[in-house]
């Protein structure tokens, strides 16, 4: 497996902990686990597809794919909480 492929993997594990994170409203991990996938992100060449070999390019796109629908769906969360804080906002100002 190269390492492109391993930073994938650990890509979508902290993909996995910020939906888990989101699910249960716990925002400092969501951020710790965002800047961590941060940095991996910036290990990541902006040609993966074609530093990747041919044997590996499925599955690096399965993972993209599952990262992106976990990042929808803590996105939801967040979005959802964000208009919650902003509605208890309005009713606590003088």
Do not use: Y
Request: net charge negative.
């Amino acid at each position: 497996m190269s390492q492109n492929l391993r930073v994938l993997e650990n890509f979508l594990a902290l993909s996995e902990a910020m939906a888990r994170a989101a699910a249960a409203q716990e925002w400092d991990s969501l951020a710790r686990a965002d800047e961590e996938r941060g940095t991996l992100a910036d290990k990541l060449p902006d040609d993966l597809g074609a530093q990747l070999p041919p044997s590996e390019q499925g599955q690096a796109r399965t993972l993209i794919e599952r990262c992106q629908h976990l990042d929808a769906q803590t996105r939801t969360l967040v979005e959802e909480r964000q208009k919650s804080l902003r509605i208890l906002l309005r009713e606590t100002s003088p």
